[in-house]
């Protein structure tokens, strides 16, 4: 049973940094792909960033593509986001999430089922 469990959320003035991380346990977590979601108040979660299992494909979304870097460590069965440039349309609850297949996490969220409980970002004006 892989859970997954994120830490470095915060309040951060806006141009600031965050770095996010996702700690997943279990056997098979460093098979896994790897992604980043988020969910401001009043509205859908919505996607951020995914990793492959390797490390070798990437993706972003557009709001974030410049700002935000995702990256593991297989060895430490962890994913990072890093946040540079936040900006207040930033603030959300961030969730990590876990899936076989990278195309499930960029294309198809809703077949996701391994969640973390969320990491509040706050960046203000």
């Known amino acids: 049973q892989v859970q997954l469990v994120e830490s470095g959320g915060g309040l951060v003035q806006a141009g600031g940094s965050l770095r996010l991380s996702c700690a997943a346990s279990g056997r098979t977590a460093s098979s896994l792909a790897m992604g980043w979601f988020r969910q401001a108040p009043g509205k859908e979660r919505e996607f951020v960033a995914a990793?492959?299992?390797?490390?070798?494909?990437?993706s972003y979304a557009d709001s974030v593509k410049g700002r935000f870097t995702i990256a593991r460590y297989n060895t430490k069965n962890s994913v990072y986001l890093q946040m540079n440039s936040l900006e207040p349309e930033d603030t959300a609850v961030y969730y990590c999430?876990?899936?076989?297949?990278?195309?499930?996490?960029?294309?198809?969220?809703?077949?996701?089922?391994?969640w973390g409980q969320g990491t509040l970002v706050t960046v203000s004006s």
């Open positions: 990793i492959s299992w390797s490390g070798g494909s990437t």
């Open positions: 999430a876990a899936s076989s297949v990278l195309r499930n996490i960029v294309v198809v969220p809703s077949s996701i089922t391994l």
